[in-house]
């Protein structure tokens, strides 16, 4: 069984940065991994993937150029970098992972998740 742990989330303010990180039990590598977020009386959104070697990587159009997934494989961890960060990013942000190689932005896709990191951005 295969599990996920989130941190590094917390309360900012507009214009700061956060970098959250998932350490995964188990060998990542033969996984696909990513990034969801959810809000208040809101669904499950679709933030950043990765795929399992690092080479493809998508990303929401409300995060692209402010938002970085990576992942290192020796350490079992992915991370999701945030800069400029605006209220409207204001979540619980899960990360999940795809028994595949490629990415997924479908949360249908993924096969286990974590428990989710509070990210608060104060205006």
């Known amino acids: 069984q295969v599990q996920l742990v989130e941190s590094g989330g917390g309360l900012v303010q507009a214009g700061d940065s956060l970098r959250l990180s998932c350490a995964v039990s188990?060998?990542?590598?033969?996984?696909?991994m990513g990034w969801f977020r959810q809000a208040p009386g809101k669904e499950r959104e679709f933030v950043a993937t990765?795929?399992?070697?690092?080479?493809?990587?998508d990303y929401a159009d409300s995060v692209k150029g402010r938002f970085t997934i990576s992942r290192d494989n020796a350490k079992n961890t992915v991370y999701l970098q945030m800069n400029s960060l605006k209220p409207e990013d204001t979540a619980v942000y899960y990360c999940?992972?795809?028994?595949?190689?490629?990415?997924?932005?479908?949360?249908?896709?993924?096969?286990?998740w974590g428990q989710g990191t509070q990210v608060t951005v104060s205006s």
């Open positions: 999940a992972a795809r028994y595949s190689s490629g990415t997924s932005s479908r949360p249908d896709d993924y096969n286990y």
């Open positions: 188990g060998r990542i590598s033969s996984y696909a």
């Open positions: 990765i795929s399992w070697w690092g080479g493809n990587k």
